[in-house]
């Protein structure tokens, strides 16, 4: 039987379409209303609010917890302090990505981490294998709820209920309340917009959800299901497991493992001279760093509108754009060569309705993956396989300045 | 049928493997002949009206290795197969506890999480390493074994080239097969698993049907055996035939005379004619003879090489290998006719639980003490009990509301110390009814019908030594170059024109078709 999450007996009435998914065991929305650009707009124009509670979240305390962290996370830890939150990966020791997360550092040697995977027997083994018993690793996944409140008006909604909302720096975490209950609130997201998340205990999950969804009323508050929340994610770049990679703990051969410099992350690595850190995965990050050894580079590809369109209208047909998020692989092929030379594949692909083009993240060889290089893209029109051209393009495709910046800057956007 | 018909080939016995063989001659265009001595094709795996509208499984009663390539050589699904997939796996606990495992990963983790969250990812991980090894020794199900033992440069090439597969393996791969090879089940479990209700669930699979409890070395190549099949590339999944496992063998008996061979039931071949050393046909057990210069016993070792030729006549290593094989049959069946499912506390009007396995053996420590009683020569007072109730599935297996449920059952030692299986059969019935209803009150209230199947009713009904259920253990001193025995693992025998086909030839038991499959690739090629 699928679970509920703790915001199930709120949002269930919310959802019009009657349409319920899996997600880690739990039953979640994949669209609210029919018109999912509807939804996904409220990210963007208003406020969205996502139930991300089926992620698995972990709370570690205890004084060796840095120690562990600064050994089994990739990026470094000790940049988090207290009352900050960083997105992560976490790898093996063959340098490949076995997840990402954020980590909240919510209070001297206590951390929170969200996993889209389970991960307490394995942070568990780590502890056991590097001696650190200074630590309690806790599996809180069913004691808490977390609520996304993303969009432009994000900030309006929570400054209506929460002290300390107007200084949050981006991936900045507070302790607060809402509606007389604890809870943490965090600048973050996964929208790529201004955004917040809630994370309450799930005794108090309907009182803050009432809460939130009242005080957004006027800023036209609309739940979105897991579609719209991935059309956004698409547009920021933001890269999701199993779509545009896997767990290397579960793969069954390096092809389908990435690592983190391949996914993109080489600036997670920024300082790594000054890192004295020996955390797994280092070695063979620095040598893929120093031989430029990957295997390919995760990019961004703006296809050529015109292009685009012209194939459909070549077939006649208008061409494809509305709510045609898609997660199957189409393969890019190399530009000058003989038609189809197979070079690498796009995962995501999104005509975005905001930016009004069709945008896809794509693995592409080293020589290919600089900025500004045409690729051909591979598209079906009438069940035919054809190809487009596209661009590189760095990630994200969408970055508003309201993401980062003081919220009182851009109050007015 | 005419004795004055002349065939190419005679294959004895029609289990399972009898039939893929005969098939597979068959359509290369030999006149083949099939002779069991039953009035029904199947051998283990046959389903029996014993009541009116109770479909027994008597014997066998799942299916999950059955190898691929079969199903499309002999064009199974023209013939009817249909293998329903297992949707649930279902073990009770004690006080009320139970862990149920379905097709879901996230829903499989929150079970298992109830009982240990560690346990939920130790599961996907030992899952997912298990898989791997068996997609890297699937291709060896499906070849003949190279002889270990000879000199000719094609055994020795051969035997180098499998060396090199294994070694060029992943590291975390090749180091689980080896695990497997030289570790027991609890050896290898107790780095992934801590809850006692999972570890147990887990480490059935690798007693069944063997000598050996969860600590024994021989379960951890028993429990990979288990694991080497597939339900539709799922790999390690069982299914249920349709009309269970005696629906099978009817299909691999439409497909035998499709290709217009001769099936002749309710006679038995009672020895193997041979002049000089070369076979030239059988004597049935109605004095008459049939004539072929291909013979192939689809029984198991002992029958193969002590019954149905001269012993005197089998070179020495191979009748010493023939007599150290071990049969030691520790399994037993007991098939209960229901008037409802049974009902668990806590999960009453829950018969979706019964749509698979349901392993009554709750503990290591249970699982263990069985075994004691099976060392000290008796049934095990409280037995593993792999139950299934097909029905729920499958509505053609009984009357509408009414159930049959099938019950294997370990340890029950083929030898006694101290009483002989005539006289403990029922006592074996009521001591497994009485492990169900302790389970599943009110199980006993359930029962029309019950029928017991001791390992000396196999070895009668069936003809399988010792009521062995694979013709021989599964341990690695008896599996790949070494089943039946080193040197003869290559489906011939010493005598030119006699082959063996059963399982206890490569890969082994279980209802893989392999051996018929195999030993017919390797006597198409002699024939040359």
């Known amino acids: 039987m699928p679970r509920y999450t703790p915001f199930h007996d709120q949002l269930a009435p919310l959802n019009e379409t009657q349409i319920w998914k899996n997600w880690a065991g739990y039953l979640v929305v994949p669209n609210y209303q029919y018109c999912i650009t509807n939804e996904y707009y409220s990210i963007r124009n208003s406020v969205s609010l996502f139930d991300t509670s089926p992620l698995f979240k972990y709370r570690f305390s205890g004084q060796d917890v840095g120690k562990l962290f600064e050994f089994a996370l990739a990026r470094d830890i000790r940049s988090c302090e207290t009352g900050q939150a960083q997105y992560t990966v976490f790898c093996d020791a063959a340098g490949f990505v076995v997840q990402d997360g954020v980590v909240l550092h919510t209070a001297e040697n206590e951390f929170y981490l969200t996993t889209a995977e389970p991960a307490y027997r394995y942070f568990h083994q780590i502890a056991r294998r590097q001696n650190l018993t200074q630590l309690a690793i806790d599996d809180v996944s069913e004691q808490f709820g977390i609520l996304a409140i993303q969009g432009p008006h994000s900030h309006h909604v929570l400054n209506q209920l929460c002290d300390g909302t107007t200084e949050l720096n981006y991936f900045d975490v507070t302790k607060t309340t809402i509606a007389e209950k604890n809870v943490f609130l965090s600048r973050t997201g996964f929208t790529g917009d201004l955004g917040y998340e809630v994370w309450c205990t799930a005794n108090d999950a309907a009182e803050v959800f009432h809460a939130i969804f009242n005080a957004g009323k006027n800023f036209n508050v609309t739940p979105i299901g897991s579609t719209a929340l991935k059309m956004a994610r698409v547009e920021a770049g933001l890269l999701l497991m199993d779509v545009d990679f896997n767990s290397a703990r579960y793969a069954w051969v390096d092809q389908q493992r990435e690592t983190p410099i391949e996914l993109g992350f080489r600036w997670m690595f920024r300082n790594l001279e000054n890192d004295d850190r020996q955390f797994l995965g280092r070695e063979q990050i620095e040598i893929e760093i120093s031989n430029r050894s990957s295997r390919w580079k995760t990019v961004g590809l703006a296809i050529d509108v015109a292009d685009y369109e012209q194939r459909f209208v070549d077939a006649g047909i208008p061409p494809s754009k509305y709510e045609n998020y898609c997660e199957s692989t189409r393969s890019v092929y190399r530009v000058g060569e003989p038609d189809w030379i197979y070079a690498g594949h796009a995962n995501s692909f999104l005509y975005s309705s905001l930016l009004k083009r069709p945008i896809a993240i794509a693995k592409l060889p080293l020589d290919l993956a600089k900025i500004g290089t045409t690729v051909h893209l591979e598209i079906q029109v009438i069940h035919k396989p054809t190809t487009v051209k596209a661009t590189v393009q760095p990630l994200p495709f969408f970055n508003p300045p309201r993401k980062t910046s003081n919220v009182l800057e851009v109050e007015h956007v | ?528």
């Open chain 2, 1 to 528: 049928m005419s004795n004055s018909k002349t065939f190419d080939a005679i294959v004895i016995g029609a289990g399972h493997n009898g039939l893929v063989n005969a098939a597979y001659l068959a359509k290369a265009g030999l006149k083949t002949l099939l002779v069991e001595k039953r009035s029904l094709v199947g051998g283990a795996a046959i389903t029996e009206e014993l009541i009116p509208g109770f479909r027994f499984t008597t014997f066998s009663y799942a299916v999950s290795l059955l190898r691929p390539q079969i199903v499309q050589d002999l064009n199974l699904v023209d013939h009817g197969l249909m293998i329903l997939p297992l949707s649930r796996t279902f073990q009770p606990g004690f006080d009320g506890e139970y862990l149920l495992l379905g097709a879901n990963k996230d829903e499989n983790y929150h079970e298992i999480a109830r009982h240990s969250r560690a346990d939920a990812e130790g599961y996907r991980e030992l899952s997912n390493l298990i898989e791997r090894v068996c997609f890297a020794l699937q291709p060896l199900m499906d070849q003949i074994p190279p002889n270990s033992v000879s000199d000719a440069p094609d055994e020795i090439a051969a035997m180098e080239s499998l060396r090199d597969y294994i070694a060029g393996l992943d590291e975390p791969v090749r180091e689980m097969i080896e695990k497997f090879y030289q570790c027991s089940a609890v050896e290898i479990l107790d780095e992934y698993i801590e809850s006692e209700l999972v570890k147990s669930m887990i480490a059935s699979s690798g007693i069944i049907g063997s000598k050996c409890s969860p600590s024994c070395k021989e379960s951890g190549i028993v429990w990979l055996f288990h694991k080497m099949g597939e339900y539709d590339g799922s790999l390690g999944d069982w299914g249920f035939h349709k009309d269970g496992n005696g629906g099978l063998t009817q299909v691999l008996a439409r497909s035998f005379e499709s290709f217009g061979g001769t099936l002749q039931t309710g006679v038995g071949v009672e020895k193997v004619i041979y002049e000089n050393n070369v076979a030239i046909g059988v004597r049935l057990d109605d004095g008459s003879t049939q004539h072929a210069k291909i013979v192939v016993s689809a029984l198991d070792p002992r029958q193969t090489f002590s019954r149905l030729v001269d012993f005197d006549d089998m070179p020495a290593d191979l009748a010493q290998a023939v007599n150290q094989f071990k049969f030691q049959g520790t399994a037993s069946k007991v098939n209960f006719a229901l008037s409802d499912v049974p009902t668990f506390p806590g999960l009453e009007n829950r018969s979706d639980i019964y749509m698979g396995f349901t392993n009554i053996g709750p503990s290591m420590d249970y699982l263990e003490r069985a075994f004691e009683d099976c060392q000290a020569g008796r049934f095990s007072r409280r037995p593993f009990l792999d139950c299934c109730v097909q029905s729920t599935l499958d509505p053609d297996m009984s009357p509408p509301g009414k159930h049959i449920m099938s019950c294997f059952v370990m340890y029950t030692p083929y030898h006694l110390a101290e009483s002989d299986w005539d006289t403990q059969r029922e006592p074996l019935g009521d001591t497994v009814q009485e492990t169900i209803e302790e389970f599943f009150p009110g199980f006993s209230q359930l029962v029309l019908h019950r029928e017991v199947v001791t390992p000396l009713d196999i070895e009668r009904v069936v003809g399988l030594s010792e009521g062995n259920i694979f013709a021989g253990e599964l341990f690695s001193s008896q599996l790949f170059t070494n089943r039946p025995a080193p040197g003869w693992n290559q489906y011939r025998t010493p005598i030119e024109g006699y082959y063996q086909c059963g399982s206890g030839t490569h890969p082994g038991g279980c209802i893989s078709g392999g051996p018929g499959w195999l030993a017919a690739k390797q006597i198409l090629n002699d024939q040359l």
